[in-house]
């Protein structure tokens, strides 16, 4: 936390005087301080902010005609059904001034140390575990299917192997299996796969995640929300894990110990998931917008080759750096 918000989001002070009256009046009282949380990837407002009456809230605001509006929305909607077991409360929302704005329940802590032996990795793994049993069947009725998220993912595979070299190191070993990769990155098998009946996070990472005085972590931001099966968190959790510092085969026993679908997970569907993510964040690294978000579709690459050389049995890549 700090006083000054991250060179890609606004602050307070940036807000229209319409929104931020907006808000005191929806709150009861003068706003007293705020903090903004480092790292995120969109443009909007985050903040945690205390007013003059005692209270405190976490902001979290866009404008309504920017781009990214749309997650700010859907998490308006999955924020009314989130039991508060594994997610903030959303107290309430409005659209005033050309902006969004929602307003969470602030809870103390932070991301959780997801790195070998670190306390945060029990509990980070709990709430893996407990999405899965509160949030099947799903909650919210209008989600969309995984499908569409699903389809984005897988394919890319096929655009690394003509869209030439990058760093020798992790696509020497991509070339090596570019004809298996390609074969297991198929989008109707992985539709297939990930069907199912329980709202998923699909963007769980420790940042994504605050570990409360209690102990216990929730899960936050909520944007990417589908209806799909019940590992496919767990199986979007993994990497984070390898990237925090865990081997893939720790880091599979780990979630088999606390979350019962991933014990249940088809073995060839979590594979094609491995593969499918992996070549995301592969093309993405190489083809989107640098900066932080690019430098972590890297790492995260790189942990997602781990994965798929574990699971397949493959000769491990050589990593870069992390």
Same mark, same amino acid.
């Given at each position: 936390?700090?006083?000054?918000?991250?060179?890609?989001?606004?602050?307070?002070?940036?807000?229209?005087?319409?929104?931020?009256?907006?808000?005191?009046?929806r709150?009861?009282?003068?706003l007293?301080?705020?903090?903004?949380?480092?790292?995120?990837?969109?443009?909007?407002l985050?903040?945690?902010?205390?007013?003059?009456d005692?209270?405190?809230?976490?902001?979290?605001?866009?404008?309504?005609?920017?781009?990214?509006?749309?997650?700010?929305?859907?998490?308006?909607?999955v924020?009314?059904?989130?039991?508060?077991?594994?997610?903030?409360?959303?107290?309430?929302?409005?659209?005033?001034?050309?902006?969004?704005?929602?307003?969470?329940?602030?809870?103390?802590?932070?991301?959780?140390?997801?790195?070998?032996?670190?306390?945060?990795?029990?509990?980070?793994?709990?709430?893996?575990?407990?999405?899965?049993?509160?949030?099947?069947?799903?909650?919210?009725?209008d989600?969309?299917?995984?499908?569409?998220? =699903?389809?984005? #993912?897988? /394919?890319? *595979?096929?655009?690394?192997?003509?869209? +030439? @070299?990058?760093? &020798?190191g992790?696509?020497?070993?991509?070339?090596?299996y570019?004809?298996?990769?390609?074969?297991?990155?198929?989008?109707?098998?992985?539709?297939?796969?990930?069907?199912?009946?329980?709202?998923?996070?699909?963007?769980?990472?420790?940042?994504?995640?605050?570990?409360?005085?209690?102990?216990?972590?929730?899960?936050?931001?909520?944007?990417?929300?589908?209806?799909?099966?019940?590992?496919?968190?767990?199986?979007?959790?993994?990497?984070?894990?390898?990237?925090a510092?865990?081997?893939?085969?720790?880091?599979?026993?780990?979630?088999?110990?606390?979350?019962?679908?991933?014990?249940?997970?088809?073995?060839?569907?979590?594979?094609?998931? =491995?593969?499918? #993510?992996? /070549?995301? *964040?592969?093309?993405?690294?190489?083809? +989107? @917008?640098?900066? &932080?978000?690019?430098?972590y579709?890297?790492?995260?690459?790189?942990?997602?080759?781990?994965?798929?050389?574990?699971?397949?049995?493959?000769?491990?890549?050589?990593?870069?750096?992390?």
């Open positions: 936390m700090g006083r000054t918000p991250p060179a890609n989001r606004p602050g307070w002070g940036d807000l229209p005087q319409a929104v931020t009256a907006a808000v005191e009046v709150v009861g009282a003068p007293a301080s705020v903090d903004y949380p480092s790292g995120g990837f969109t443009p909007g985050a903040a945690r902010a205390a007013f003059a005692g209270s405190r809230v976490f902001l979290k605001g866009i404008p309504t005609g920017d781009g990214t509006a749309g997650m700010y929305r859907a998490e308006a909607a924020g009314a059904v989130l039991p508060e077991s594994v997610a903030p409360a959303l107290l309430w929302s409005v659209k005033t001034g050309g902006w969004l704005m929602l307003s969470f329940e602030d809870l103390s802590g932070g991301a959780p140390d997801l790195s070998p032996g670190a306390a945060g990795v029990g509990p980070a793994l709990d709430v893996v575990g407990e999405l899965e049993r509160t949030l099947t069947p799903c909650p919210l009725p989600a969309k299917p995984f499908e569409e998220l =699903a389809r984005e #993912l897988a /394919g890319n *595979w096929t655009r690394l192997q003509g869209s +030439g @070299p990058a760093d &020798a992790s696509d020497a070993w991509a070339t090596a570019a004809r298996d990769l390609v074969g297991l990155d198929d989008p109707a098998a992985l539709v297939e796969a990930t069907a199912g009946g329980t709202l998923l996070h699909c963007d769980l990472r420790a940042d994504n995640m605050l570990l409360n005085a209690d102990g216990r972590v929730k899960a936050i931001d909520w944007a990417w929300t589908a209806r799909g099966a019940a590992w496919v968190d767990a199986a979007f959790f993994l990497p984070q894990l390898v990237l510092g865990h081997t893939a085969a720790v880091a599979e026993r780990l979630l088999a110990e606390r979350v019962p679908a991933w014990r249940a997970a088809p073995e060839a569907g979590v594979l094609g998931f =491995a593969v499918a #993510l992996t /070549g995301y *964040w592969s093309w993405h690294a190489r083809t +989107g @917008p640098g900066g &932080a978000l690019g430098a579709r890297g790492r995260a690459a790189e942990a997602g080759r781990e994965w798929i050389a574990h699971r397949a049995g493959w000769k491990a890549p050589i990593p870069a750096s992390r």
